[in-house]
């Protein structure tokens, strides 16, 4: 006997007659008589007994009595508002500020927007030598007219012919924009204008960013030909900054995964392995050196997954550092746009280009971004999670990676603090981004679209959204209130040290920070035997970015991991 789930099913009151009896006793299973109530059939006092099972709660029959007339205005009220059309871009009226209470911001940052390093760079003779250079040498050789923004364009498209047949990290080539771009900022270089160092070098866009004239699907076939009429507020700030849209990069379906409509995204390491998400495309076209840079995006580990499975470095920004208007939302109050790159100095240069209020995304804030390179980094107070690098070895496979990062900071002159997360449920509160998310893609769950997702499966969006239908309100307020106390605990943590230093898989600092709205550096950190890379992660304090970085580079620049490449002939030829 085949049965077809709910909303399936032409008939969905004959289905659900088929279950009049199936629960015990007479009494309806719960997910049934939920099923009845969305589609169309009276609330009872019985729809309200199996519901509480959802909600775990009791109630007596008398208050269920009560109930019941309440409960059907209610569900009136949905009715009506479900006649207004919401598109994905119209965030909600209550917004989130990673700001505890009482916190001012951050004063603005008094000097010169950036202290970068500029280094003396000569022209490799070898192709693949130059596509794995960091912005930092490209813009050099670009500034300096060694090699030409049109040139170093074409050779990023040629991997991408070479490459991503297997490597499946790009949705779209914007092939005309990119060499109309590139001819444009060769033409101003020549003529004096040099914009900065973003002047000229291709880039990549997740593809959950509009470009206009590009289609926009966010890696889900009920989007795939999907075209947005506008351009990014990140992708209108990289235009302004001269650099060169060269494609549109895959993320996982509705940005979970490296699973999209076109399949898995690869992690060049090793292409039997996916690339991790969702920013799935950014990290291995970046590793690959199909782009110069990237931009991705995390909600809960979109940056800090694909960064670390492909080697690259990533940051995510502060919470309301980077505006996203004409970015797909996934949860309003945990959306952030951050860049992956091969350098943490490549990081800076291109927060440095988008940060900032747009007048659109409202819950950015206006904080300054200075960035010095050089920063001692005996200067800041780093702190360590203490009891995340204590690992056994048998509890963790990157306690040998992790331990002997510490002691190279130490060799650096970091007098490190011992430090642990605040103590709170971290884990149990991320069903407030499930909750975000269904509301973020309702329509496309009560138009049965979501059928026509490739991943149908408990640990995917359709089966999630779903879910997320029984997530009381009450409880969805009440872990944003616990969100609360944890930003203060997180505020007060940051009073004592600058900058904190934690294994990337170091339980809860994960969802820690991505309910916090806590920056984060996530660069590579050794290779395991079979080549594949590791990372080590950096903390910062709200719109604490500067020293963040400072420490990053200071780190990297004393480790030679993010000069490594992948072997990307090799497995090509095999």
């Known amino acids: 006997m085949s049965i077809h789930p709910v909303g399936r099913t032409t008939d969905r009151r004959a289905f659900l007659g088929y279950f009049a009896g199936a629960g015990l006793g007479g009494t309806l299973l719960p997910g049934v008589l939920w099923a009845r109530v969305q589609a169309g059939a009276d609330i009872t006092v019985e729809t309200i007994r199996c519901a509480e099972e959802i909600a775990g709660l009791e109630f007596t029959d008398e208050e269920r009595e009560l109930m019941v007339d309440d409960l059907r205005d209610q569900q009136e009220n949905y009715t009506a508002i479900r006649r207004i059309a919401l598109a994905n871009d119209v965030a909600p009226a209550v917004q989130f500020n990673p700001l505890p209470p009482g916190v001012q911001l951050p004063e603005e940052p008094v000097g010169a927007g950036m202290r970068r390093s500029v280094p003396a760079v000569t022209l490799p003779t070898s192709s693949d030598e130059i596509a794995f250079l960091p912005v930092t040498h490209l813009a050099e050789l670009i500034r300096t007219r ?23 990290a790009v949705v779209t080539v914007t092939e005309d924009r990119a060499l109309e771009q590139a001819r444009a900022a060769d033409r101003e270089i020549a003529s004096g204008r040099y914009r900065g160092p973003l002047h000229g070098i291709p880039w990549g866009a997740k593809d959950l960013l509009a470009v206009r004239g590009a289609p926009t699907t966010w890696g889900s076939a009920p989007y795939r030909d999907q075209i947005l009429d506008r351009d990014a507020a990140v992708v209108e700030r990289l235009d302004a900054a001269g650099a060169v849209l060269l494609a549109k990069l895959t993320l996982g379906a509705l940005a979970w995964g490296d699973v999209w409509f076109g399949g898995r995204t690869r992690n060049p390491w090793n292409p039997e392995q996916g690339s991790s998400g969702s920013s799935a495309g950014p990290g291995s076209a970046t590793a690959a050196g199909l782009v110069g840079f990237s931009i991705g995006s995390e909600t809960l580990g979109s940056i800090s997954s694909p960064a670390t499975r492909n080697g690259v470095t990533g940051l995510r920004p502060t919470f309301g550092r980077v505006p996203r208007t004409g970015a797909m939302a996934l949860a309003w109050s945990m959306d952030k746009l951050g860049p992956l790159c091969r350098s943490v100095e490549d990081c800076a240069l291109v927060l440095d280009a988008v940060h900032g209020p747009d007048g659109a995304d409202t819950s950015v804030l206006p904080v300054g971004f200075i960035w010095d390179a050089n920063v001692p980094i005996g200067e800041l107070r780093i702190g360590y999670l203490a009891s995340a690098f204590d690992r056994d070895p048998d509890d963790s496979s990157t306690a040998p990676f992790d331990r002997a990062a510490l002691d190279v900071l130490r060799s650096l002159g970091a007098d490190l603090l011992p430090v642990e997360l605040p103590d709170f449920p971290y884990g149990d509160l991320t069903f407030v981004l499930s909750a975000e998310a269904a509301a973020a893609f309702d329509d496309l769950t009560r138009s049965d679209r979501d059928a026509e997702m490739v991943r149908q499966e408990r640990n995917a969006w359709p089966n999630v959204f779903r879910a997320a239908r029984m997530i009381p309100a009450v409880e969805y307020i009440n872990a944003n209130r616990i969100r609360t106390l944890a930003m203060s605990a997180w505020h007060e943590l940051f009073q004592r040290v600058d900058v904190i230093v934690t294994p990337t898989n170091a339980s809860g600092q994960l969802s820690a920070t991505n309910l916090t709205g806590h920056p984060a550096v996530i660069l590579p950190n050794g290779f395991r035997d079979d080549g ?25 620049r004393a480790t030679d991991f993010h000069l490594r490449h992948p072997p990307l002939d090799g497995w090509l030829a095999a």
């Open 532 to 556: 594949t890379p590791v990372s080590l992660t950096f903390l910062g304090p709200l719109f604490g970015e500067a020293p963040l970085l400072a420490a990053a580079s200071a780190y990297q």
């Open 146 to 168: 060694q090699i030409s923004s049109e040139e170093l364009t074409r050779l990023y498209l040629d991997r991408i012919d070479r490459y991503d047949p297997v490597l499946h």
